[in-house]
């Protein structure tokens, strides 16, 4: 008999845990997408916390000073811990933004449509990753260079090496993956 019980929560409701679960003093910076992450050899998700600002003109956004992990099967918070760039190889100020993103050209709709995608091949890719990640068919071969290429789109660029730092095995196993 095969096993159709979920295992995982999804992505887009692990999304509204991240947001959720983490405090901070003085309102809240931006929630980052997911990082998958092996983390004293469990899967689990990460999500890092970043200042930014919307001024007339391109977004500002300064790197990391928070990452939180969450439990897939659970959404529970395991931990949370303040970081700084050097805790993911950078050499950014912590003080002062990243260089700026020029004005998003999707609309909110094309956005919104593209992050469900997205979230709907991490559900995909994350099983594999966290359960079987020498698994390798054309599903997940499509998957990986799907997920890569709106990843790319919708992710901001100032903190794609902060995302690629700290999911490096995930990141590397899709790209892998994908070829």
């Not at 092996?38 to 899967?43: F, I």
């Not at 950078?90 to 004005?103: C, F, G, I």
């Not at 995909?124 to 890569?148: C, K, N």
Request: glycine share 6%.
């Amino acid at each position: 008999m095969v096993d159709t019980k979920k295992r995982f929560k999804s992505f887009a409701e692990l999304m509204g845990l991240g947001s959720g679960q983490i405090e901070f003093p003085d309102g809240g910076p931006r929630q980052s997408l997911p990082v998958p992450v092996r983390r004293q050899n469990q899967a689990v998700v990460a999500f890092m916390f970043c200042y930014w600002m919307i001024k007339p003109g391109p977004l500002r956004i300064w790197p990391p000073n928070k990452v939180a992990w969450f439990d897939p099967v659970s959404g529970d918070l395991i931990t949370s811990a303040e970081v700084s760039p050097t805790d993911f190889g950078q050499t950014h100020s912590a003080d002062d933004p990243m260089q700026e993103e020029d004005e998003d050209t999707l609309s909110v709709e094309s956005f919104m449509e593209m992050r469900d995608r997205l979230f709907a091949l991490y559900d995909i890719l994350f099983e594999a990753w966290a359960t079987a990640p020498s698994t390798r068919t054309t599903v997940l071969q499509g998957a990986a260079g799907e997920f890569l290429k709106i990843f790319d789109q919708i992710s901001e660029s100032p903190l794609r090496p902060y995302y690629n730092a700290l999911g490096r095995e995930y990141f590397e196993w899709t790209r892998k993956l994908a070829k």
